[in-house]
Protein backbone atom coordinates (compact mmCIF):
# COMPACT_ATOMS: atom_id res chain seq x y z
CA UNK A 1 0.00 0.00 0.00
CA UNK A 2 3.00 2.42 0.74
CA UNK A 3 4.63 1.96 -2.76
CA UNK A 4 1.17 2.57 -4.35
CA UNK A 5 0.55 5.59 -2.59
CA UNK A 6 4.49 6.98 -3.07
CA UNK A 7 3.80 6.32 -6.63
CA UNK A 8 -0.08 7.88 -7.48
CA UNK A 9 0.02 10.10 -4.30
CA UNK A 10 -3.28 10.49 -2.71
CA UNK A 11 -5.62 12.42 -5.34
CA UNK A 12 -4.36 9.61 -8.08
CA UNK A 13 -5.32 6.88 -4.91
CA UNK A 14 -8.91 8.56 -4.43
CA UNK A 15 -8.83 8.01 -8.56
CA UNK A 16 -8.61 5.11 -8.62
CA UNK A 17 -10.92 4.09 -5.84
CA UNK A 18 -13.70 5.90 -7.46
CA UNK A 19 -13.18 4.10 -10.64
CA UNK A 20 -13.06 1.02 -9.10
CA UNK A 21 -16.21 1.49 -7.55
CA UNK A 22 -17.82 2.68 -10.47
CA UNK A 23 -16.34 -0.46 -12.68
CA UNK A 24 -18.10 -2.81 -9.61
CA UNK A 25 -21.32 -0.86 -9.68
CA UNK A 26 -21.66 -0.90 -13.45
CA UNK A 27 -20.69 -4.54 -13.40
CA UNK A 28 -22.67 -6.18 -10.61
CA UNK A 29 -25.62 -3.49 -10.67
CA UNK A 30 -25.42 -3.93 -14.49
CA UNK A 31 -25.34 -7.25 -15.32
CA UNK A 32 -28.35 -7.91 -12.86
CA UNK A 33 -30.10 -5.34 -14.45
CA UNK A 34 -29.23 -6.54 -18.05
CA UNK A 35 -30.11 -10.12 -17.40
CA UNK A 36 -33.38 -9.76 -15.52
CA UNK A 37 -34.68 -6.71 -16.18
CA UNK A 38 -34.04 -6.61 -19.97
CA UNK A 39 -33.21 -10.07 -21.33
CA UNK A 40 -35.49 -12.24 -19.09
CA UNK A 41 -37.91 -9.59 -17.85
CA UNK A 42 -41.05 -11.22 -20.09
CA UNK A 43 -39.45 -14.61 -18.69
CA UNK A 44 -39.46 -13.77 -15.21
CA UNK A 45 -42.89 -11.31 -14.69
CA UNK A 46 -44.31 -13.38 -12.38
CA UNK A 47 -41.73 -12.91 -10.09
CA UNK A 48 -41.92 -9.35 -10.33
CA UNK A 49 -42.28 -8.93 -6.23
CA UNK A 50 -44.67 -5.72 -6.66
CA UNK A 51 -46.22 -6.52 -9.80
CA UNK A 52 -43.84 -3.34 -11.76
CA UNK A 53 -41.29 -1.64 -12.44
CA UNK A 54 -40.14 1.84 -11.27
CA UNK A 55 -40.22 4.77 -13.67
CA UNK A 56 -37.51 5.80 -15.48
CA UNK A 57 -37.40 9.13 -13.64
CA UNK A 58 -36.31 6.93 -10.14
CA UNK A 59 -33.62 4.61 -11.45
CA UNK A 60 -32.14 8.07 -12.89
CA UNK A 61 -32.33 9.65 -9.42
CA UNK A 62 -30.53 5.84 -7.96
CA UNK A 63 -28.02 6.61 -10.81
CA UNK A 64 -27.12 9.98 -9.54
CA UNK A 65 -27.13 9.31 -6.08
CA UNK A 66 -25.19 6.44 -6.47
CA UNK A 67 -22.22 8.45 -8.39
CA UNK A 68 -21.99 10.46 -5.48
CA UNK A 69 -22.49 7.96 -2.79
CA UNK A 70 -18.94 6.69 -4.78
CA UNK A 71 -16.81 10.15 -3.95
CA UNK A 72 -17.83 9.44 -0.27
CA UNK A 73 -16.52 6.04 -0.59
CA UNK A 74 -13.42 6.63 -2.26
CA UNK A 75 -12.77 9.38 0.62
CA UNK A 76 -13.09 6.47 3.20
CA UNK A 77 -10.49 4.54 0.88
CA UNK A 78 -8.55 6.69 1.02
CA UNK A 79 -8.45 7.32 4.53
CA UNK A 80 -8.17 3.65 5.30
CA UNK A 81 -5.11 3.42 3.55
CA UNK A 82 -3.95 6.30 5.23
CA UNK A 83 -4.31 4.89 8.20
CA UNK A 84 -2.66 1.32 7.45
CA UNK A 85 0.37 3.48 5.97
CA UNK A 86 0.60 5.02 9.36
CA UNK A 87 0.01 2.22 11.14
CA UNK A 88 -3.55 3.19 12.64
CA UNK A 89 -5.56 0.12 11.88
CA UNK A 90 -4.88 -3.35 11.52
CA UNK A 91 -5.21 -4.28 7.91
CA UNK A 92 -1.90 -6.16 6.58
CA UNK A 93 -0.43 -6.97 3.21
CA UNK A 94 0.99 -10.55 4.08
CA UNK A 95 -1.45 -13.78 4.48
CA UNK A 96 1.87 -15.43 6.68
CA UNK A 97 1.16 -12.77 9.15
CA UNK A 98 -2.02 -14.45 10.42
CA UNK A 99 -2.04 -17.67 8.12
CA UNK A 100 -4.68 -18.58 6.19
CA UNK A 101 -7.36 -19.86 8.84
CA UNK A 102 -7.41 -16.74 10.26
CA UNK A 103 -7.85 -15.18 6.29
CA UNK A 104 -11.03 -17.20 6.38
CA UNK A 105 -12.02 -16.51 9.72
CA UNK A 106 -11.42 -13.05 9.19
CA UNK A 107 -13.54 -12.79 6.20
CA UNK A 108 -17.03 -14.04 8.01
CA UNK A 109 -16.40 -12.11 10.86
CA UNK A 110 -16.35 -9.24 9.16
CA UNK A 111 -19.53 -10.15 7.20
CA UNK A 112 -21.27 -10.87 10.84
CA UNK A 113 -19.93 -7.58 12.21
CA UNK A 114 -21.23 -5.86 9.40
CA UNK A 115 -24.72 -7.21 9.39
CA UNK A 116 -24.81 -6.21 13.10
CA UNK A 117 -23.43 -2.52 11.99
CA UNK A 118 -25.92 -2.51 9.15
CA UNK A 119 -29.16 -3.53 11.29
CA UNK A 120 -28.16 -0.58 13.96
CA UNK A 121 -27.30 2.26 11.88
CA UNK A 122 -30.09 1.34 9.87
CA UNK A 123 -32.78 1.18 12.80
CA UNK A 124 -30.96 4.66 13.81
CA UNK A 125 -31.63 6.29 10.42
CA UNK A 126 -35.28 5.77 10.88
CA UNK A 127 -35.45 7.66 13.59
CA UNK A 128 -37.88 10.79 12.48
CA UNK A 129 -35.27 13.08 13.65
CA UNK A 130 -32.90 11.44 11.15
CA UNK A 131 -34.89 9.80 8.14
CA UNK A 132 -35.93 12.97 6.69
CA UNK A 133 -31.98 14.49 6.11
CA UNK A 134 -30.42 11.23 5.83
CA UNK A 135 -32.32 8.42 4.76
CA UNK A 136 -35.20 9.67 3.01
CA UNK A 137 -33.27 9.80 -0.69
CA UNK A 138 -32.79 6.12 -0.28
CA UNK A 139 -36.28 5.80 0.47
CA UNK A 140 -37.53 7.68 -2.66
CA UNK A 141 -37.26 3.80 -4.01
CA UNK A 142 -40.29 2.57 -2.87
CA UNK A 143 -39.59 0.23 -5.54
CA UNK A 144 -36.30 -0.03 -6.30
CA UNK A 145 -34.03 -1.28 -8.93
CA UNK A 146 -30.38 -2.77 -8.89
CA UNK A 147 -29.34 0.78 -9.22
CA UNK A 148 -30.77 1.56 -6.28
CA UNK A 149 -27.79 -0.23 -4.01
CA UNK A 150 -25.93 2.51 -3.50
CA UNK A 151 -28.48 5.53 -4.01
CA UNK A 152 -27.81 7.45 -0.90
CA UNK A 153 -27.42 10.86 0.53
CA UNK A 154 -24.06 11.94 1.07
CA UNK A 155 -24.90 11.18 4.83
CA UNK A 156 -25.96 7.86 4.69
CA UNK A 157 -22.98 6.84 2.32
CA UNK A 158 -20.54 8.09 5.05
CA UNK A 159 -22.40 5.72 7.87
CA UNK A 160 -22.33 2.85 5.19
CA UNK A 161 -18.52 3.16 4.69
CA UNK A 162 -17.93 3.60 8.03
CA UNK A 163 -17.59 -0.32 7.99
CA UNK A 164 -13.97 -0.92 6.66
CA UNK A 165 -12.40 1.88 9.04
CA UNK A 166 -13.87 0.91 12.39
CA UNK A 167 -13.15 -2.66 11.42
CA UNK A 168 -9.88 -2.74 11.10
CA UNK A 169 -8.96 -0.97 14.24
CA UNK A 170 -10.05 -4.00 15.82
CA UNK A 171 -9.77 -6.86 13.80
CA UNK A 172 -6.60 -7.63 11.62
CA UNK A 173 -8.01 -7.76 8.30
CA UNK A 174 -5.70 -8.82 5.18
CA UNK A 175 -6.99 -7.04 1.42
CA UNK A 176 -7.83 -10.18 -0.19
CA UNK A 177 -10.51 -10.73 2.60
CA UNK A 178 -11.41 -7.30 2.35
CA UNK A 179 -11.95 -7.86 -1.57
CA UNK A 180 -14.06 -10.99 -0.67
CA UNK A 181 -15.74 -9.46 1.46
CA UNK A 182 -17.21 -6.58 -0.94
CA UNK A 183 -17.93 -8.75 -3.48
CA UNK A 184 -20.27 -10.41 -1.16
CA UNK A 185 -21.44 -7.42 0.18
CA UNK A 186 -22.23 -5.76 -3.27
CA UNK A 187 -23.86 -8.99 -4.66
CA UNK A 188 -26.26 -9.49 -1.64
CA UNK A 189 -26.90 -5.65 -1.83
CA UNK A 190 -27.84 -5.78 -5.86
CA UNK A 191 -30.12 -8.67 -5.14
CA UNK A 192 -32.07 -6.85 -2.34
CA UNK A 193 -32.98 -4.45 -4.53
CA UNK A 194 -33.22 -7.04 -7.27
CA UNK A 195 -37.44 -6.38 -7.20
CA UNK A 196 -37.61 -10.22 -8.63
CA UNK A 197 -37.68 -12.96 -6.35
CA UNK A 198 -35.57 -15.85 -7.35
CA UNK A 199 -35.20 -17.78 -4.39
CA UNK A 200 -36.92 -20.80 -4.22
CA UNK A 201 -40.38 -21.06 -2.59
CA UNK A 202 -39.43 -23.63 0.05
CA UNK A 203 -36.04 -21.19 1.37
CA UNK A 204 -37.98 -19.89 4.66
CA UNK A 205 -39.51 -23.21 5.05
CA UNK A 206 -36.17 -24.76 5.63
CA UNK A 207 -33.70 -24.40 8.91
CA UNK A 208 -30.44 -24.39 6.38
CA UNK A 209 -31.58 -21.58 4.47
CA UNK A 210 -34.37 -19.00 6.58
CA UNK A 211 -31.32 -17.57 8.44
CA UNK A 212 -30.59 -15.94 5.13
CA UNK A 213 -32.71 -13.12 4.11
CA UNK A 214 -34.29 -12.61 0.40
CA UNK A 215 -34.75 -10.23 -1.99
CA UNK A 216 -38.84 -10.00 -0.71
CA UNK A 217 -37.46 -9.30 2.57
CA UNK A 218 -36.02 -6.28 1.56
CA UNK A 219 -38.39 -5.17 -0.93
CA UNK A 220 -40.95 -5.36 1.28
CA UNK A 221 -38.25 -2.97 3.21
CA UNK A 222 -38.83 0.10 0.74
CA UNK A 223 -42.37 -0.51 0.75
CA UNK A 224 -43.42 -0.18 3.89
CA UNK A 225 -40.05 1.62 5.68
CA UNK A 226 -40.51 0.43 9.08
CA UNK A 227 -39.82 -3.54 8.99
CA UNK A 228 -37.27 -5.66 7.58
CA UNK A 229 -33.83 -3.79 8.40
CA UNK A 230 -31.42 -6.40 8.71
CA UNK A 231 -29.35 -6.84 5.54
CA UNK A 232 -27.90 -10.65 5.13
CA UNK A 233 -29.16 -12.64 7.85
CA UNK A 234 -32.65 -12.82 9.48
CA UNK A 235 -30.98 -12.75 12.81
CA UNK A 236 -31.91 -9.62 14.57
CA UNK A 237 -35.01 -8.78 13.07
CA UNK A 238 -36.29 -11.90 14.54
CA UNK A 239 -34.54 -11.18 18.01
CA UNK A 240 -35.79 -7.70 17.65
CA UNK A 241 -39.18 -8.18 16.35
CA UNK A 242 -39.03 -6.21 13.32
CA UNK A 243 -39.92 -8.63 10.51
CA UNK A 244 -42.85 -8.01 8.92
CA UNK A 245 -45.83 -9.84 9.83
CA UNK A 246 -46.22 -11.05 5.91
CA UNK A 247 -42.59 -11.37 5.39
CA UNK A 248 -43.18 -15.29 5.12
CA UNK A 249 -46.71 -15.59 3.46
CA UNK A 250 -45.60 -12.28 1.19
CA UNK A 251 -42.17 -14.33 0.32
CA UNK A 252 -44.05 -18.07 -0.62
CA UNK A 253 -46.72 -16.28 -2.47
CA UNK A 254 -44.30 -13.98 -4.98
CA UNK A 255 -41.88 -17.45 -4.86
CA UNK A 256 -44.82 -19.82 -5.41
CA UNK A 257 -45.56 -18.04 -8.70
CA UNK A 258 -45.82 -19.49 -12.04
CA UNK A 259 -45.50 -18.40 -15.22
CA UNK A 260 -48.94 -18.02 -17.58
CA UNK A 261 -49.33 -21.02 -19.70
CA UNK A 262 -48.71 -20.60 -23.09
CA UNK A 263 -51.63 -22.40 -24.07
CA UNK A 264 -54.13 -20.46 -22.10
CA UNK A 265 -52.40 -17.23 -23.68
CA UNK A 266 -53.28 -18.53 -27.00
CA UNK A 267 -56.62 -19.23 -26.03
CA UNK A 268 -57.30 -16.17 -25.01
CA UNK A 269 -55.98 -14.43 -27.76
CA UNK A 270 -58.57 -16.90 -30.08
CA UNK A 271 -61.54 -15.79 -27.42
CA UNK A 272 -60.49 -12.21 -27.96
CA UNK A 273 -60.24 -12.46 -31.69
CA UNK A 274 -63.75 -14.37 -31.78
CA UNK A 275 -65.44 -11.84 -29.56
CA UNK A 276 -64.26 -8.85 -31.82
CA UNK A 277 -65.35 -10.71 -34.79
CA UNK A 278 -68.63 -11.14 -33.18
Known amino acids: MEELLSKVGYSGFFGIVWGTLLVRYLLFAG???LIVWVFLSKRLSHKLIQGKTPERERILHEVKYSLLTFFVFALSGVYTAWAQANGYNLIYDKVSDYGTAYLIFSIFALILLHDTYFYWTHRLMHNQLLFKHVHLVHHKSTNPSPWASFSFHPLEAVIESGIIPLAAMILPLHQGAIIVFFIYMTSFNVLGHLS???????FLRSKFTNWHNTTTHH???HKYFNCNYSLYFNVWDKIM???HEQYRN???EVASRVPEKRENRSLEK????DTAAA
Do not use: I, K, Q
Open 219 to 221: NMH
Open 196 to 202: YELFPSW
Open 31 to 33: TAF
Open 250 to 252: TFE
Open 241 to 243: GTN
Open 270 to 273: VDSA
